[in-house]
């Protein structure tokens, strides 16, 4: 049966950007960083794509942030989905419970099906928003999915933790909080590109709540000292041999 | 009344003692373990949520559970969370965590202006604690919930979880395939029953090795004492899981690797005749 689906992405600075502290000390400056979806949000919309193929249905692609977030949504409507939506703000709050917030409240009234987003974003890596949009919906969450299917209204999800690794299912309305290694997303088409220029893009202001998380300082990781590193042969096997045995016996 | 509360068992635990104990010391509060009967998240969030509701500090570690469930607690109390913190600082009654953002690249002093304040972090970051812990035994009444388990496996993978490890063997790309695994694992068993196995993105990606021991921004991250990084060129996304190691050991044929930017020790040379040679080598010290 159809799927109404929203997938929850957000853009982040791609993983090779190099950061740096603004002068406010307490965020990053944006001026020529790339943006990209952040990984696990993008696997989840490959897996909103693969649903739809399946299942038949609808995507909506929920974005929150900026005016540069438009071309994120664009490029998950080049991959295929149907719709956007872009929750307006700037700058983006720090706060994930914030986030989840103003997705909450866009997302209620609209009747969704299923909820999919990344179990974490790659920039501030709050690893929240999935849980919170479905306690504060009321409705069942597995988050770190690796694999996803749907049977009638009956959702399943393989989900590792650690060691341990449990199949999980439960009845639609609910939320899944997808990992990267659940698969490769696909590349948008050309044909994609060309039709999502003509997709429609709700624009809505995000009704934000006060941040509680309050990022005082930035600061960059202690500068690490310049390491030993000479050819095999040299000695310096010895050297990490013995590192490796001191090691063994010290442990506790 | 005991103002912070440190949720969970085992060895994640016992290190979150050690941040417990040291806001306690500084802010004169009484801090406390709470055992958990059960610990599925669905299940027993609102439960947990209740427990801890009149603390001013709920700590757990930033394992798969720990997170999950404190990001479910967070959302019953209406407060904010700080996952994955790697340390904290007292000021006054003020407590400020630290917790890496984009990959590591930058680290941020958060302040939770919310009571109670969570916080997860990341195991082995922290000391162990040695000394004694009051313990509150909690019997937890799960939540009506929709969520059915269908199976649940436990181990299956290697003995040790690499989250968990001393120290931990690593290969990538340059170990050409799985059928040379056993070079490392020769390594990890002379280095004894606290070094595990993990590998890089595209081993796991090419279905080499079980993708729970993915180690990188996407996969694991972890803070071993000692990283032996072993035909890894060093991707940026990789070393977002491995910064927090005390000390990265790597070995690979190429000099300009990345990998050997970031290494305490780097052996250049075919990993073929270095592994083997430093297993011997290690056993022959032992």
């Given amino acids: 049966m159809p799927v109404k689906i929203a ?25 020529g960083v790339s943006w990209i979806i952040s990984p696990h949000d993008e696997a989840a919309v490959e897996q909103a794509l693969q649903l739809k193929e399946a299942h038949g249905g609808h995507v909506t692609v929920v974005a929150l942030g900026p005016r540069r977030v438009e071309r994120s949504i664009r490029e998950a409507l080049a991959m295929g989905s149907d719709a956007g939506l872009h929750l307006v703000c700037e700058p983006m709050p720090a706060d994930a419970s914030v986030i989840a917030g103003a997705l909450t409240k866009a997302l209620r009234p609209r009747g969704f099906d299923l909820i999919l987003t990344g179990e974490q974003a790659i920039d501030l890596a709050g690893s929240q928003v999935p849980q919170r949009l479905s306690i504060a919906l009321g409705w069942p969450c ?31 309305p609910g939320v899944v909080g997808v990992n990267r290694r659940i698969g490769e997303p696909r590349y948008p088409s050309f044909k994609g590109i060309m039709r999502a220029k003509r997709k429609a893009v709700e624009v809505d202001v995000a009704q934000l709540a006060e941040g509680r998380m309050i990022i005082e300082r930035l600061h960059y990781p202690p500068a690490k000292a310049e390491g030993q590193v000479q050819s095999f042969g040299s000695g310096i096997e010895d050297t990490v041999a013995r590192l490796l045995a001191g090691h063994i016996d010290t442990q506790v | 009344m005991t103002e912070i509360l440190v949720v969970g068992e085992g060895s994640a635990g016992s290190r979150i003692c050690s941040v417990a104990h040291g806001i306690a010391t500084q802010t004169g509060w009484r801090w406390a373990r709470l055992r958990l009967s059960k610990s599925d998240t669905h299940a027993f969030a609102e439960a947990v949520a209740k427990c801890v ?65 969570l916080a997860t972090f990341r195991p082995r970051t922290q000391p162990a604690y040695q000394g004694a812990v009051a313990i509150l035994e909690h019997v937890l009444t799960p939540s009506p919930h929709e969520m059915q388990v269908v199976w649940r496996k436990v181990g299956g993978g290697a003995a040790l979880d690499v989250a968990r490890a001393d120290i931990v063997v690593s290969g990538g790309r340059g170990m050409q395939g799985p059928e040379h695994w056993h070079i490392l694992e020769s390594l990890a068993a002379a280095l004894g029953p606290k070094a595990a196995l993990a590998c890089s993105r595209p081993v796991s990606d090419n279905g080499w090795r079980p993708r729970a021991e993915h180690v ?52 250049v040379g075919d990993l073929f005749e270095v592994v083997p040679a430093l297993t011997a080598a290690v056993k022959a010290l032992r």
Avoid: W
Wanted: glycine share 8%; aromatic share 4%; net charge positive.
């Fill in chain 1, 7 to 31: 997938i929850c992405i957000k853009q982040t600075p791609d993983t090779e950007a190099r950061i740096r502290i603004a002068a406010d000390g307490q965020s990053i400056e944006e001026e």
């Fill in chain 1, 142 to 172: 597995v988050v770190a999915a690796e694999t996803l299917s749907i049977k009638g209204r009956m959702v399943q999800a393989r989900r590792p933790a650690e060691q341990k690794e449990a199949l999980v299912r439960f009845a639609l």
């Fill in chain 2, 53 to 117: 509701q009149d603390a001013k500090i709920v700590l757990m570690g930033a394992t798969a559970m720990g997170k999950d469930l404190m990001a479910r607690v967070a959302e019953h109390l209406d407060v904010p969370l700080a996952q994955d913190c790697i340390g904290y600082r007292v000021a006054g009654s003020k407590v400020v965590f630290i917790r890496p953002l984009y990959g590591g690249k930058v680290l941020a002093e958060v302040h939770l202006a919310a009571c109670p304040a």
């Fill in chain 2, 216 to 267: 990188g921004q996407t996969g694991r991250v972890i803070a071993p004492a000692v990283y032996v990084a072993v035909g890894i060129s060093g991707a940026v996304q990789h070393v977002a899981g491995i910064a927090g190691s005390k000390c990265i050991i790597a070995i690979n044929k190429d000099p300009h690797a990345s990998i050997f930017k970031v290494a305490d020790y780097g052996i």
